[in-house]
């Protein structure tokens, strides 16, 4: 059985550093773990293993810039039509990984998660090729910086998770850039909060949208943003669909809770035969006379 990852989310959130450290974490743990890159724009340093399978063999956004005449975004929306055109390339790339782990890295253009067509499409591939796929969605911990700014985070994750249809887990990545003591002298980049705060957002509260708690909420007097937000918060509650896991990537256990997390939700080795092991000669036991 072979499995892949998804790391999705928007730019900036940290999935190429993650798919390095979680290379590493089971590489470490004896476990055979291949970087897929499907992000054409990507440069030449982003990745600190070099991917076992790379879209820019097959079709770069540079290219396609240059000879197409296209924006960044239309690029990336042709890079990725020219891909599904072209699956017989990915089907050969993974025909020489059986019973491996692939970390599959995709693009930060949010919109190719919310509502175009073309990963879900490319999940549907995946599956007939008998691959057992979860996917996860970074937010960077900055977005609890602006309540507002984190509950557009929170309805992209949704979207995302709906558009996919795949085993989904929920990521706010670079918690070491947050303090949860109010004791600690240094001034973290994305804030101090108390340990009850950072929790409201983990399993995100909805009242963090409708609360007043500064004056600039208090001055906004048009009752439209009001009714939008009481809106927002009825989906939430309606389809409580998002909940986060703190990643610190500075702390071991926090990448293995993580890692155990994907594993249960993929079933990870549970349809695995025992394997035989290898035939004894009468020498191998001479230390234990």
Not at 3 to 22: D, H, I, N
Not at 94 to 115: A, N, S
Request: hydrophobic share 40%; charged share 25%.
């Amino acid at each position: 059985m072979r499995y892949a990852v998804l790391v999705t989310g928007p730019a900036g959130a940290g999935k190429s550093t993650f798919s390095t450290a979680f290379t590493t974490h089971l590489r470490v743990s004896k476990r055979t773990a291949h970087i897929v890159n499907l992000d054409p724009a990507a440069t030449g340093d982003a990745f600190e293993y070099q991917p076992a399978i790379d879209i820019r063999e097959l079709v770069t956004l540079d290219d396609v810039m240059g000879e197409m005449n296209m924006g960044p975004n239309g690029g990336l929306v042709y890079c990725f039509e020219y891909l599904l055109q072209n699956m017989d390339w990915l089907e050969e790339e993974l025909g020489g990984f059986d019973d491996d782990y692939l970390i599959i890295d995709c693009p930060g253009q949010i919109e190719l998660y919310t509502h175009h067509p073309f990963l879900p499409q490319l999940v549907r591939n995946l599956q007939r090729m008998s691959i057992r796929i979860c996917a996860v969605y970074l937010l960077e911990s900055q977005f609890m910086e602006d309540r507002y700014k984190f509950f557009s985070g929170v309805l992209s994750a949704m979207s995302a998770m709906v558009n996919l249809e795949v085993p989904w887990i929920n990521i706010m990545s670079k918690m070491d850039l947050v303090s949860g003591s109010s004791s600690d002298t240094f001034e973290p980049r994305n804030g101090k909060r108390g340990k009850r705060d950072i929790a409201r957002y983990l399993d995100p509260d909805p009242m963090l949208l409708v609360a007043a708690r500064d004056g600039r909420d208090q001055q906004r007097g048009n009752s439209r943003f009001h009714d939008l937000n009481r809106a927002i918060v009825q989906l939430i509650e309606d389809h409580p669909l998002v909940s986060f896991l703190p990643l610190d990537l500075t702390s071991t256990d926090s990448l293995e809770t993580v890692v155990s997390h994907i594993d249960f939700t993929m079933q990870y080795g549970e349809d695995e035969e025992p394997k035989e092991p290898h035939d004894l000669d009468e020498g191998d036991f001479t230390d234990m006379e």
